[in-house]
T-cell receptor
Framework: EPEVTQTPSHQVTQMGQEVILRCVPI?????FYWYRQILGQKVEFLVS????????KSEIFDDQFSVERPDGSNFTLKIRSTKLEDSAMYFC????????????FGPGTRLTVL | GENVEQHPSTLSVQEGDSAVIKCTYS??????FPWYKQELGKGPQLIID?????GEKKDQRIAVTLNKTAKHFSLHITETQPEDSAVYFC?????????????FGQGTILTVHP
């Protein structure tokens, strides 16, 4: 069964450093998302991406964040200058169509900022 | 924006018993209500969903009910098994969201004791 994959599973970085989290969505899906989950808290929406551009973003998704689909398979989240409070699980999700809202999540990347 | 409240935060049952988790939402125009199961170290997995044009949906031991008037929906798990132990999240998309953004509840830690 097709699934969303994410790499790395765990990323440790120093405050102020840039990180890139990578995702490979399900191949025939058109809508892509990033969510984050701070330890013990709810899953929070960051950004949605369709047709090679951001379609919606939350207030969390400020100028230090960016997303990109550099080729036909990868979808990346870049955090330019990490802060301690960016430590969280980051989940990528994809959906075949927006209106169905059926989103399939990857296993996540645990980001630890020291 | 959408506000989703989920109760209880923890639920402990004996194997074979039923478990019920409830969510309320604020946006009366929301039309899609998924439930996700998150096992330790994994991403959320869609287990069942319901759309606003139906009141109940079943899939084997799992069912979801929706009360649009009261703006709440519930997850019912019958004949619980130890492997049902996980964190369960409800979610809803805010109205006016065209690209599938989901707002999640706080999560329920379900423990099924053998």
């Amino acid at each position: 069964e097709p699934e969303v994959t994410q790499t790395p599973s765990h990323q440790v970085t120093q405050m102020g450093q840039e990180v890139i989290l990578r995702c490979v969505p399900i191949s025939n899906h058109l809508y892509f998302y990033w969510y984050r989950q701070i330890l013990g808290q709810k899953v929070e929406f960051l950004v949605s991406f369709y047709n090679n551009e951001i379609s919606e973003k939350s207030e969390i998704f400020d100028d230090q964040f960016s997303v990109e689909r550099p080729d036909g398979s990868n979808f990346t989240l870049k955090i330019r200058s990490t802060k301690l409070e960016d430590s969280a699980m980051y989940f990528c999700a994809s959906s075949p169509e927006a209106y169905s809202n059926e989103q399939f999540f990857g296993p996540g990347t645990r980001l630890t900022v020291l | 924006g959408e506000n989703v409240e989920q109760h209880p935060s923890t639920l402990s049952v004996q194997e074979g018993d039923s478990a019920v988790i409830k969510c309320t939402y604020s946006d009366s125009a929301s039309n899609y209500f998924p439930w996700y199961k998150q096992e330790l170290g994994k991403g959320p997995q869609l287990i069942i969903d319901i759309r606003s044009n139906v009141g109940e949906k079943k899939d084997q031991r799992i069912a979801v009910t929706l009360n649009k008037t009261a703006k709440h929906f519930s997850l019912h798990i019958t004949e619980t098994q130890p492997e049902d132990s996980a964190v369960y999240f409800c979610a809803a998309p805010p109205s006016g969201t065209s690209y599938g953004k989901l707002t999640f509840g706080q999560g329920t830690i379900l423990t099924v004791h053998p």
